[in-house]
């Protein structure tokens, strides 16, 4: 019987100890090359970047087991998965990454880093009076190991977060908690000052923040989205930054990537990057480890972790 077959899209010598007993081949369909061992593939690492090209592959795969991403989130290739094929997620890849990345957005957009930068392109010594992240409090949606990462970081800014998840729960011994429920939302938006949006893209996230969510806003709030740009309605934030009466720091869009002529571009008080927030030097060693302790506990039975659907 031949070794079972593992597609990955980098060396499996970045693994440093992979299972023996498996045969590795190292595929990106996203460059149109295909062999023709993809019906022997087993366990299949995608690609990064989840492009059309992953579920054509999948929907080719009649042997496939296990589907593990390289990302957080798996709404981009969650539909493309067969029955009894177990999806995992690339949770804890870029908890430090997109952590560091959701503080740095509140920073610079609170102390005014865009305008700074405008300035010194003009030459022009342009100062004033900004706000601060110390003594705020920060409304953290979506506290998940990501949330708890962002928390991390702000704790030596002497900020109040408050942490909001799908469903409450207490205080847990370990000092995580109190977290609020999303119900909870209508009360907590109004008192916050940051506001961070950390949900996966599901049914019930999509739309989250809305005219009614944005129009709770207190009067200069800042609202950092690094979670996915359909959970900000477009036309809605566009309305409220136009009004002046928010700011916002944005990670993701809704379309993305943003058009040229995207009125989003142009909007008073917003900070854009173009979705790089998993995107840094931290990632690799991260999903190298998570990657190597799947495939160790695949190849000896055990149940994987981060398990999105599926048995195993």
Same mark, same amino acid.
């Given at each position: 019987?031949?070794?079972?077959?593992?597609? %990955?899209?980098?060396?499996?010598?970045? %693994?440093?100890?992979?299972?023996?007993?498996?045969?590795?081949? =190292?595929?990106?369909?996203?460059?149109?090359?295909?062999?023709?061992?993809?019906?022997?593939?087993?366990?299949?690492?995608?690609?990064?970047?989840?492009?059309p090209e992953v579920a054509g592959v999948?929907?080719?795969?009649?042997?496939?087991?296990?589907?593990?991403?390289?990302?957080?989130?798996?709404?981009?290739?969650?539909?493309?998965?067969?029955?009894?094929?177990?999806?995992?997620?690339?949770?804890?890849?870029?908890?430090?990454?997109?952590?560091?990345?959701?503080?740095?957005?509140?920073?610079?957009?609170?102390?005014?880093?865009?305008?700074?930068?405008?300035?010194?392109?003009?030459?022009?010594?342009?100062?004033?009076?900004?706000?601060? %992240?110390?003594?705020?409090?920060? %409304?953290?949606?979506?506290?998940?190991?990501?949330?708890?990462?962002?928390?991390?970081?702000?704790?030596?800014?002497?900020?109040?977060?408050?942490? =909001?998840?799908?469903?409450?729960?207490?205080?847990?011994?370990?000092?995580?908690?109190?977290?609020?429920?999303?119900?909870?939302?209508?009360?907590?938006?109004?008192?916050?000052?940051?506001?961070?949006?950390v949900v996966p893209l599901t049914d019930?996230?999509?739309?989250?923040?809305?005219?009614?969510?944005?129009?709770?806003?207190?009067?200069?709030?800042?609202?950092?989205?690094?979670?996915?740009?359909?959970?900000?309605?477009?036309?809605?934030?566009?309305?409220?930054?136009?009004?002046?009466?928010?700011?916002?720091?944005?990670? =993701?869009?809704?379309?993305?990537?943003?058009?040229?002529?995207?009125?989003?571009?142009?909007?008073?008080g917003l900070l854009v990057s173009p979705? =790089?927030?998993?995107?840094?030097?931290?990632?690799?060693?991260?999903?190298?480890?998570?990657?190597?302790?799947?495939?160790?506990?695949?190849?000896?039975?055990?149940?994987?972790?981060?398990?999105?659907?599926?048995?195993?």
């Amino acid at each position: 019987m031949s070794e079972p077959l593992v597609w %990955l899209p980098f060396d499996p010598a970045d %693994l440093g100890d992979p299972p023996t007993g498996l045969r590795y081949e =190292v595929v990106d369909p996203v460059d149109g090359d295909v062999p023709d061992s993809i019906g022997d593939v087993r366990f299949y690492v995608p690609p990064y970047r989840l492009g059309p090209e992953v579920a054509g592959v999948i929907s080719s795969m009649p042997r496939l087991e296990v589907v593990q991403t390289l990302t957080a989130g798996v709404d981009n290739v969650r539909g493309a998965i067969p029955d009894g094929v177990t999806l995992c997620s690339g949770r804890g890849i870029h908890d430090a990454s997109t952590a560091e990345l959701a503080v740095t957005l509140a920073l610079a957009s609170l102390r005014g880093v865009p305008d700074f930068v405008r300035a010194q392109q003009r030459h022009a010594w342009a100062g004033g009076w900004r706000s601060s %992240l110390a003594d705020s409090r920060v %409304l953290v949606v979506g506290y998940g190991a990501i949330g708890r990462a962002i928390e991390a970081r702000l704790a030596p800014f002497e900020v109040e977060v408050v942490r =909001v998840a799908r469903t409450a729960r207490p205080a847990s011994p370990d000092g995580d908690g109190p977290v609020h429920g999303f119900t909870d939302l209508p009360e907590l938006v109004p008192d916050a000052d940051v506001i961070v949006l950390v949900v996966p893209l599901t049914d019930e996230t999509r739309g989250l923040v809305d005219r009614d969510f944005l129009a709770r806003m207190k009067q200069g709030a800042l609202l950092v989205n690094v979670a996915r740009g359909p959970v900000v309605v477009t036309d809605d934030l566009l309305a409220a930054l136009s009004s002046r009466r928010i700011t916002a720091a944005i990670d =993701v869009a809704d379309p993305e990537p943003l058009p040229g002529d995207h009125p989003l571009w142009d909007a008073p008080g917003l900070l854009v990057s173009p979705h =790089v927030g998993g995107m840094t030097s931290a990632m690799w060693p991260r999903a190298h480890r998570l990657v190597r302790d799947q495939l160790h506990r695949w190849a000896a039975g055990e149940v994987l972790h981060n398990r999105m659907t599926g048995a195993y």
